[in-house]
DNA sequence: CCGACTTGCGTCATCGTTGTCGCAAGTTAT
DNA sequence: ATAACTTGCGACAACGATGACGCAAGTCGG
């Protein structure tokens, strides 16, 4: 389980208290500033965050090592949300319930960071995407298996579907929403979808 | 119904046959160069294009224009393919299908200029979108009252249902693929969703 | 309290992109 | 054939964004 005071910059030593708020800080407002326009300048995120840009530029040397830290820093939260809620062992529809509000819980609110994340060239935060999507697709198998899906769904298109819908949600958004209401409607439509029992044609 | 050969310029005058042609392919590059990196510049586009980047500039001032021109483009094909294929006479069922299969025609290819659109300052645009959108829901209330969709279900969570499915079906697409099978896909899924009759818990 | 650290500010250099222009060569329509 | 049009090329100016400084003032931690 990833901690939440976990190190923000890489290589760097630790940083004093006022520093690490301060970068806290500018990905916050980056986050922000770049889901409502992602050609936004290092100028106005550093307005955004209330900081003098070359602050920003202290803290991270260029435009791509803020990107970066963005994309790594979700990716973190992302990965943390889905290894807490998986599992092997409970069943199915309670992990597909309790693994969507986690991930819903997190991707709400850094969704510029996690959009870009998903087809990111760095190999660790590619590897880590590629892990949860392996364990969403042992999911989805197990699902399978215990009668949840049926038998003739291909599970690469389950997944898509279920990545679309959670992306759905996540797109913008106001402040604070129910995501457990959220999570019910996303399960309920993924496996009963919208029409009647009766099949027509 | 849209022409192929409709005007593609909208203040200016009729354009001389190799002029035309040139301004498709531009639109045509930037619509490919643009889907892979929105931040491409001119130069790429026009690299992409085959021409020089000063031919860019005589054709669309400013990029803005160019952007405008290609969203005004895509949209024009997207509401011709949806105005052709909805009817409030035919079944709900026959309707969804066959509007549904005419938009992804359009929509594979022209990823980037469609989402951009929906969000579009262009009053002109916004109109469109919205037409269509007011379209889709009436269609999905028709399909309620016909007994296609449960009643229960809320009109404009099945409206962002169905257009997140086709986006993503959209979404970085191999050259050639077989879109009555895609279709067929999206609508199944969104009617009867992925998993078994008998509902969990 | 004192040293180390951090921030804001002003400044500067640099770079890439945008947009314009004129000219020569080639193409189109009549 | 001829007049009008279009394109490529090279050059240019303007602009904004990026990134690096040093310095003075303020803040944190021991």
Known sequence: ????????????????ADAERTVRTILEAAERVLSADPTATMEQIAEAAGVARTTVHRRFTTREALLDALTRWATGQFAAAVDGAISDAAPPAVVLYRVTADVLRVKIGWGFAMTRAAGSADPEIARVHADVL?????????????GLLRPDVDIEWARRCYYALIHEVTQGHSPESDVDALTTLIVDTLLRGLGTDSRFA
Request: glycine share 6%.
């Open 1 to 16: 389980m990833t901690t939440q005071h976990e190190r923000l910059l890489i290589g760097g030593k630790p940083l004093r």
């Open 134 to 146: 392996e364990k969403c697709d042992r999911l989805f198998r197990r699902a399978q298996a215990t």
